[in-house]
């Protein structure tokens, strides 16, 4: 096999030449990729038998979700053990045996860290569960003594992300009610205390452990939300506020000013390595202006563009995103990143043809309104991908998205795992329906997931003629049309390119230059005529007579002679 860009982590980048400032990175939920040993969850050595594929597909890097020691309440968002492999994805051998693999083949490792809370597995809090108030263990973590006559209020009014308070109250070791703990998420995912310096130099410990081992960075778990007001003040957030954050008045325990010390110091800590190794958070912030603050140049390097995500298909929205956007990260010095779904939110081949509301972590069920027919929505899901991968900076992809795939929205009420499920009695439905495991081939059982058939979500049947055995072989293809842009994009170098607005396409269009490349993508409006003098390089749908209609995308280079 030829590699067209193997790893090397020898010889640093010039400074503005670092493989991440245009990257295209691909997220890969573990327990839904690929099982290799038939439990119906997918695992390490499963990754690594289908690495092939993603060499095909021409990514450069692949971001794992959390596959560490964890109860899996949250599908190992609850990390018990920071330095080990759950069992239920292999072992550390398997690790290194994948990274091997993956650095073989060009492709670079980035895996997930959680900062803000841990397991109440994880041995800290149950050492604090066992100790005295005001102990050393105790103050690893957020607890405090309750309000009321007796301490049986919790201390603030805060509510989880997940539903439900924020706060759980401890049995004390002699038996009697004690004091609660904070939990921004789940009652199982206690919350660090980030003013505690034991707790800085054990992530430093987890973080040398994983670049020691290789790995060339880290996306790190809700970035914004390490540092709490130390005043833990009530607060009630806004009825339209995001989930996650993004309120213009930050919430008391998100966007404080306090971590953007935690992460110069953990930019110090990857520099000691060579290969240019990366952070890219997870910030949830009211605006991309504020999401620059985040990869400074002594932060990190990169963080995720949720203002992109969350935009709905709309040529004035998506031009003023992405211009802000450029803007924004230009003016630190960082690339901007573009991405259109990942493991918490409606895949975009069903989300961005939606006419529901669909709050952000929300999900969708079997009523929701106005789900689109299969054929809408990837038609439209496929001229916003062939948009965002023209677009300089780094682009993330979701696994999966490269088949079509779109949200599993009729899964059955008992084979619902989300914690948001759960802890809203089912009033959300909670982000499963982005999580099934993939389609490799279609007469397959499991659709070859798992030898075995087995499968922890249940897979739509309809997903038969998305699996990628049966998408390799048709040339115009959602897979196919994935690896022609990849392509694409790397012979142009667009992602280390500049963007040109080209406005003489009317209203409804979207058009631009980049590296030499013209982009035209109709959003809503009228027929739009090619120009004269251009061969078309791809096109999101196929099209006739030079004539692009509405949610197409095309690339266009000028002919010169």
Known sequence: MTLEHDVDHATPAAAGHEWWRSAVIYQIYPRSFADSNGDGIGDLPGIT????????LGIDAMWLSPFMTSPQKDAGYDVADYCDVDPLFGTLEDFDDMLRAAHERGIRVIVDLVPNHSSDQHLWFQQALASAPGSRERARYIFRDGRGENGELPPNNWQSIFGGPAWTRVTEPDGVPGQWYLHLFDSSQPDFDWDNEEVKEEFRRILRFWLDRGVDGFRVDVAHGLVKDPQLPDY???????????????????EQAGVHEIYRDWHRILSEYDGDRALCGEAWVSSVEKMALWVRPDEMHQTFNFDYLMASWDEAELRDIIDRSLAAFSGVGAPSTWVLSNHDV?????????????????????????????????????????????????SYLYQGEELGLDEVHDLPGEARQDPTWFRTQGERYGRDGCRVPLPWEDSAPAFGFS??????????????????????????????LYRQLLQLRREADLGSGTLECVPEFGSGVLAFKNSGVLVVANISGADVTLPDGHEVLATSTPIENRTVPRDVTVWLKEITH
């Open 49 to 56: 038998s289908r690495l092939d594929s993603l060499a095909e």
């Open 346 to 394: 409606v895949r975009h081949a069903t989300r961005l043809s939606l006419t529901g509301e669909n709050p952000q972590g929300t999900g969708i069920g079997p009523d929701f309104p106005g789900i689109p027919k299969y054929e809408d929505g990837v038609r439209r899901a496929r001229a916003a991908t062939t948009l965002m991968l023209a677009l300089p900076g780094s």
């Open 451 to 480: 030898h075995t058939g087995e499968s922890w979500l249940p897979q739509p049947k309809r997903w038969a003629p998305l699996a990628r055995s049966v998408q390799a072989q048709q040339p115009a293809s959602t897979l196919n």
């Open 236 to 254: 009630t957030p806004s009825p339209d506020a995001a989930s996650m954050g993004g309120e213009e008045t930050p919430a008391p325990y998100f």
